[in-house]
């Protein structure tokens, strides 16, 4: 049976921007498309997870505006449990998302709107939903100081802690000896070890300098290398899961990082886990968007059972 799935984290409304390349300072350039949709990282992590068929609650923080409602609906269709505070004094956040036409690789600007103001007090008003889970997960989106006292209240707990540490900041040390599992992708990766990470080798290198940080297992996503997995008793390079062409990569670590809490929340070995979350962010880069790319368990599951399929 699985257990629950507490995520702390941000929504925010995406503006995606797609144009052959991005403008240059004081430069006006005519782009291809625009779409609005759901999005924010955590709140991402939370709806892969809930499609992934995880029982998923969301700790965070919201306006009463639009896009606040954007988030309610996706929640609600997803399936994804708020736990949240909302309030009339800021607004809900947004994100200016640039996607290169001809790779679906993209370049972003968030603000956080009220959910950059998520406390200590915040979480401390969730402890027992943290403390009842059974996986953990945060991101850094919100403050550092939320992320770190949920840390330590799950792991005091005994619940399991995955830290997606997107965007690349400062980690106080201490706070990475409380992650069973670190998810960077390669530029976070450098921006926590100072090791640049091209290639498996390289992330191996970084992967054993967040062990000796203290962190249980290290999860470097590699794109379309996949991820290489290392704790202190196995290395596994995980290679993706082609679906079919790549549309767009924006969300495709959050796809892996629910993906990965869902399978860990059933019990899976960590190393399955891994190839589970590489299932489905290989199923969310064949589609547009961030939280509407994220894949159904059936489909999941199809693609793992078969992966020549396109
Ligand atoms: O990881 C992708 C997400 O990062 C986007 O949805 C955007 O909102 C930013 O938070």
Redesign the pocket.
């Known amino acids: 049976m699985s257990g629950t799935i507490v995520i702390l984290g ?1 929504f ?1 409304a ?1 503006t995606a921007y797609r144009a052959e390349r991005p403008p240059r300072m004081g430069e006006t350039i005519l782009g291809n498309s625009f779409a609005l949709g759901p ?3 955590g709140s ?1 992590q939370a709806v892969a997870a809930a499609r992934a068929g995880g029982e998923v609650h969301f700790i965070s923080r919201l306006g009463r505006d639009p896009f606040a409602d954007m988030a309610l609906k996706t929640w609600a269709d997803a399936g994804v449990k708020p736990a949240v505070t909302q309030t009339g004094d800021g607004y809900t956040g947004a ?1 200016y ?1 640039f996607v290169e036409e001809a790779s679906g690789n993209n370049a ?1 600007i ?1 603000c956080p709107g009220v959910a950059g103001e998520i406390s200590a007090a915040d979480i401390e008003a969730q402890r027992t939903l943290i403390e009842a889970a059974s996986v953990f997960v945060t991101q850094l ?1 919100q403050p550092m100081q939320a992320a770190h006292h949920a840390l330590k209240i799950a792991r005091t707990a005994g619940v399991r802690t995955i830290l997606n540490p ?1 965007p690349a900041a400062d980690i106080p040390p201490d706070m990475l000896a409380l992650c069973d599992f670190v998810t960077p992708n390669e530029s976070e990766a450098e921006g926590i070890t100072g090791i640049p990470v091209v290639t498996v080798a390289d992330a191996e290198a970084a992967a054993d300098a967040l062990l000796a940080a203290g962190v249980g297992a290290a999860i470097i996503t590699l794109g379309e290398n996949g991820a290489f997995f290392k704790d202190g008793a196995r290395a596994v390079h995980v290679p993706v899961v082609s679906a079919g062409p790549v549309v767009e990569t ?2 495709a ?2 796809a892996f990082s629910g993906g990965f809490a869902t399978a860990l929340a059933e019990g899976a070995d960590p190393v399955d886990a891994v190839r589970f979350g590489c299932a489905t962010a290989g199923i969310s880069v064949t589609r547009p968007g ?1 939280a509407p790319s994220m894949p159904s368990r059936a489909e999941i599951d199809t693609l793992i059972a078969n992966p020549a399929s396109d």
Do not use: S
């Open positions: 941000v925010v995406d999005g924010g990282k991402n994100a998302i972003i968030i989106e997107a924006t969300g670590g959050d961030t």
